[in-house]
C-alpha cells in the first residue's frame, strides 16, 4: 500500500509505518514507556528525514499517552501538582530544544548530536534496568528470599534545594525546582529525540525524586502527554515537520498495538518483561553505536540553504 | 481565395525557412505538461517524444539529446568525516544552483556524439552541471563535492543518465522516457531537446512541465507552511482524539 508523505516529501509503504506504530503500541502497553525512542531510530532507518521522524513521533506520544492518562487518573493516580511542575519545566526544556535543534541544525550536528544522545540515554537506561531485573530474578531463580526493599527516601541532592512545597498524592515535601528541572531535561530530550522520555521519567521519579510509586507512572504520563503537545506545537512553528499522514499512520498502528499490548502485559511475568525490555534497549543502544563507528553509506548530506 | 493560391502562398512563406537554413526542425512534444502529486503518488514515468525534419538536401542523421531539469536550489553539501571515533559532518560547501531533479537521455552515449567542451556548453551529462559554487575553495575540493552531490543524487534516483534512453525511428520520430520518483521536488521543470550532428547542436527546443502538489497533499503542505499554529493545533487533536477514541472503544469491549 503506497502512500505519499506530503512534508517528508516521499512515497512509502503504509502497512510498514503502521506496523510500525503497532509495534511501539506494543511496547507502551507493556511497559507503560511511550515507544518514542523505537519510532524515531526505526523512521530515520526506513528513510524519513530525521527532522520529520522526530516532530511525527512526538505527535504519536501525545495519542498514545492520552488513554493511559484518563485511565490513570480515573484510578487517583496522577499528582496534579508535582505533574503541572515538571510540565511546566517541560516546556522551558522544550523552547530551549527548539534553541539547540536551531543551533545544531545550523552547525549541521544535529544528526550526530541526536545519536549520541540516544547511545548515552539508552546505553545508560538499558543497563540500569538491566541489572535491576536480573537482580530481582536471581533469588526466585536461585531459590532464596527477595532482599529487602529499600527504603523510599529522595536523593540528598534534592533534599538541599530551598523552598519547599507539599506534594500530598506523592506524599513528599521537598522542593518544587527538582521537578522543575527534571521536567526540563525530558522537555529537551524530547524536542531533540522525539521521545516523550517516559523511561528516563519513571526511574528518576521513584529513585532521585522519591515518589510513591502509584502516582509515578500516571504522573509521568500526565507530564508526557503535555510536553509533546508544546513539543508537537514547536516543530510546527519552527522546523515545519510535523507530517500528518506520517503521523495518523503511526497513530493508528500505536493506538491498536497499545491495546494488545496490554492483554499481553496480563498474563506475562512483570519480571521477565522488564528483562527483555532492558535487551532490547540495549540492543537499540548497540545498534547506533556500531553506527556512528563504521563508515556510513553516505558520506554527503544535502540541506537546502 | 482559390485553394491552389493558398497553396502557393504558403510555400512561398516557408522555402525561404527551409532553403537558407542548414538547421532542421525540432518538433517536441511531451506527455503530459502537468505532473499532480496527490495520495498514492509513486512517481511518473514521462514521455518525451517528436520529430526532427532534416532540411533538403542535408544528408545528415541526427542524434538526439533530452535534458530534463527540476527547479534549481541553493544548497550546502556536507563530507562526513571519522573525528575521535565517530562519523560526523566535518567540511561543507555551497552550491547556488544545484538543480532538485536532472535527467539526461540520448541515442547514444553522449561522449560519442560530442566532445566535451559541448557537451559542457549545454550540459549534457551529470558531470557537466553548472552548480555555481560559492566561497572561496580551491577547485579540487569543489569538483569532489560536485561528485558527492551527483553520486548521492543519482542514488535516490534524482540524477539520471541513459545513454540509451532515446529511440529514433526512421531517422524523423524520436522518443525517450524518463522517471520521476515519488521523492520529486515540485516546480517547473524544463525538458530541453537538441538535435545533433557531427559533433555540433544544430537545433534545440524547450518544453515546460509543471510538477504540482494537489487534493490532500497540497493543502498538508500549504497548511503546514502557511498556517503553521493551525497545523500544530490540528496535528494535537487529531493524535487526542484518536487516542481517545481508542481508549473508549476497547474500555468497553
Known sequence: MDVYLPIANLSVNGLYIVLLGGLTGILSGLFGVGGGFLTTPLLIFYGIPPTVAAASAATQVTGASVSGVIAHSRRNGVDYRMGTVMVGGGVIGALIGAVLFRLLQSLGQIDVVINILYVLMLGSIGALMMREAIGALRPSLLGQSAPPVRKRRHHPLVASLPYRWRFYASGLYISPLAPLILGMLVGILTMLLGVGGGFLLVPAMLYILGMSGNVVVGTSLYQILFVTMVTTMTHALTTKAVDLVLAALLLLGSVLGAQFGTQIALKAKPEYLRLALAALVLLIALRMLYGLGVQPDEIYTVTPL | ?253
Open chain 2, 1 to 253: 481565395m482559390r485553394p491552389g493560391r493558398a497553396a502557393a502562398l504558403l510555400l512561398a512563406c516557408v522555402a525561404p525557412l527551409l532553403m537558407a537554413q542548414a538547421e532542421p526542425i525540432l518538433v517536441p512534444e511531451v506527455s503530459q505538461s502537468r505532473i499532480e502529486v496527490r495520495q498514492g503518488f509513486t512517481g511518473a514515468n514521462l514521455l518525451l517524444y517528436g520529430a526532427v525534419i532534416a532540411p533538403p538536401g542535408s544528408r545528415d542523421k541526427y542524434d538526439i539529446v533530452v535534458v530534463l531539469k527540476g527547479p534549481t536550489e541553493a544548497v550546502r553539501i556536507r563530507e562526513k568525516d571519522r573525528i575521535a571515533g565517530i562519523w560526523m559532518n566535518a567540511a561543507a560547501t555551497d552550491f547556488r544552483s544545484a538543480p532538485s531533479f536532472f535527467a539526461v537521455a540520448s541515442s547514444r552515449p553522449v561522449r560519442e556524439i560530442v566532445d566535451e567542451r559541448t557537451a559542457a556548453i549545454y550540459e549534457l551529462g551529470t558531470d557537466f552541471i553548472q552548480l555555481s559554487p560559492s566561497g572561496q575553495i580551491d577547485p579540487e575540493e569543489q569538483a569532489r563535492f560536485a561528485k558527492g552531490l551527483v553520486e548521492l543524487r543519482r542514488r535516490q534516483g534524482l540524477y539520471q543518465e541513459d545513454p540509451k534512453g532515446v529511440r529514433i525511428s526512421a531517422g524523423v520520430l524520436y522518443q525517450a522516457r524518463i522517471n520521476l520518483p515519488s521523492n520529486v521536488t515540485t516546480g517547473r521543470y524544463t525538458a530541453e531537446t537538441f538535435a545533433i550532428a557531427r559533433g555540433r547542436v544544430l537545433a534545440s527546443a524547450t518544453a515546460q512541465i509543471e510538477v504540482e502538489k494537489v487534493g490532500l497533499e497540497g493543502s498538508v503542505v500549504a497548511a503546514a507552511q502557511r498556517w503553521s499554529f493551525v497545523y500544530g493545533l490540528g496535528a494535537i487533536a487529531l493524535s487526542l482524539a484518536m487516542g481517545w477514541v481508542a481508549g473508549r472503544l476497547f474500555a468497553r469491549g
